[in-house]
DNA sequence: GTCGATTACGTATTACGTAACAATT
DNA sequence: AATTGTTACGTAATACGTAATCGAC
């Protein structure tokens, strides 16, 4: 068995030339690399450099043996690696959601009820995709927006959200009390691209040109202050007043512009979950539709 | 980077179950191995073991931890082997050889005259194969019984071989000056099995099935000795007395049963081999045929 | 009481740095 | 002169063993 911290110096070496300049990279004297070296050689019982006064390179050996060193290392740094992830990954809770809203919602209520877990949360817009990862493990819970009836899976409402049509206060819709999709179908309207599933029901609603979807929510929100586009609004937004100066959101009326979000793990864990079930379920009794 | 040490002593652990076990195959003490895991489990950042009192096992992460473990001393014991072999490839020269006898005869000048040198030597019967290993480096050195006409190698002649037929003094071949192959045909003959490209002659000149060939030398001569079945002999086994006790060994005239043998090595080589050559030729002019 | 694991302490190894030296450029 | 590698020596880190302690079967 020969040492990696050998390994690591003789790499060095191979990887810089000289002996100074790899001491410098490893940030030890050259002194100890030139013993290293000879340490090595010791106990390969082989020769492993050209030596000539002031110089010193890899003979032939010298040169497989770093090949392979370079192999034992990275078998060593690969062990490493996949320990540290699969133990962080035994901490981790993977959350993944139809729409940013219900996390920004529940997220504190996670962090709450499942204490010492990180929390890793992702956006996916295809409902199936996100109960296939719940199958394989790839998230213990996920946010639906549709009621998952299976018996492998424990799927619990703890959430409503309402689209709203937001626009400039001398809009021609301004005065109205609700609208449809119908009503607002060719105007252009400016999106935020992380949206979730919302993107999908306004492709289907309405003409995917006209509407402006903007990749970064800096450039959204800019352009919200700068022009006089409508856009979409929430009503959880609006009840903590986030509405944007000079504008007014209406309601709409569809169907598809109302969504219900369940909370999603599979049957056979519930038990682990049971107290954040218990603590969401108090929310959607704040707020009966 | 963790050190090998600590990953071999965790690996001992994995497979014993238990520490003193673990630390008995190690040849270390219990409370050195408590120390290295735990040292592992720090460097690592990780928990790798359930304890609980008097017990300790592998957690999840642990059994990860030692599978990746294992392959990371496999490629350090991989780089020591290959080094290893290819380092004593430096130092010894290959040598392959239609037949037995020049080996012995020319082995004590290859080590006088390769000072230094690890001697391997191989009994290949068939010529084209001993070319073939030449050219492709697994041979450094060949003994052919063919001159080898070609620019990339080079060859000489340096023995000389005859075969003889060896019976007991009542045999009715006993009194003759020589032999044919033909006058031998359908008398069953004691062979060695080692005896390089002679058995290939052998096969060729008279019935395989008459030939009752020993895998080991010493059964071989166990019936040498025991028996009164005729044999091969060589001039140069006559020439230094050696002759089974109540035998009579007679020449055999066909030109098949009489071999040159030549050393060949690379032209591009030939330089490393000069003394040598110089060396083989000095045999042949004192035997010349 | 025995066996297995851990803790505490002393020791021996050894990897490292500093300083001095030798040899090239 | 500046750079590179080696040798000599002292030091600090550390891996190990011994002895003692704790728990469980």
Chains 1, 2 share one sequence.
Not at 32 to 61: C, P, Q, W, Y
Not at 82 to 94: A, E, K, N, P
Not at 129 to 138: E, F, M, V, W, Y
Not at 225 to 233: E, G, I, R
Request: charged share 25%; glycine share 4%; proline share 3%.
């Amino acid at each position: 068995m020969v040492e990696n911290y050998l390994l690591e110096q003789f790499v060095a070496f191979a990887e810089h030339g000289t002996l100074s300049k790899a001491s410098e990279g490893l940030h030890i004297s050259q002194p100890s690399l030139t013993r290293s070296m000879k340490k090595l050689e010791d106990v390969l019982g082989v020769s492993l450099f050209h030596r000539e006064n002031s110089k010193i390179a890899l003979n032939e050996t010298g040169k497989i043996a770093a090949e392979y060193a370079r192999r034992a290392l990275d078998a060593n740094q690969e062990m490493i690696d996949h320990v540290i992830s699969f133990d962080r990954s035994l901490r981790t809770v993977y959350v993944g959601s139809c729409a940013p809203l219900p996390i920004n919602d529940i997220i504190s209520t996670l962090q709450e009820r499942l204490p010492g877990k990180t929390i890793s949360t992702e956006i996916v817009t295809d409902d199936e995709k996100l109960i296939t990862g719940l199958k394989n493990r790839s998230y213990q819970l996920v946010i639906l927006h549709h009621y998952a009836d299976e018996n492998a899976l424990f799927c619990q409402r703890f959430m409503e959200e309402q689209l709203y049509f937001s626009v400039p206060e001398d809009h021609k819709l301004a005065k109205k009390k609700s609208v449809t999709f119908e009503d607002i179908k060719g105007l252009r309207i400016l999106m935020d691209r992380n949206v979730g599933f919302w993107m999908e029901i306004c492709r289907k609603e309405l003409s995917p040109e006209d509407l402006l979807v903007q990749d970064s929510f800096d450039a959204f929100n800019e352009l919200v202050q700068a022009s006089k586009l409508p856009l979409f609004n929430s009503d959880r937004f609006l009840s903590r007043g986030y509405e944007a100066p000079g504008r007014i959101s209406i309601p709409i009326e569809d169907e598809t512009a109302h969504a219900s979000y369940y909370l999603t793990c599979l049957t056979s864990e519930q038990k682990a979950y049971r107290s954040l079930f218990n603590a969401v379920r108090g929310n959607v009794l704040q707020n009966p539709h």
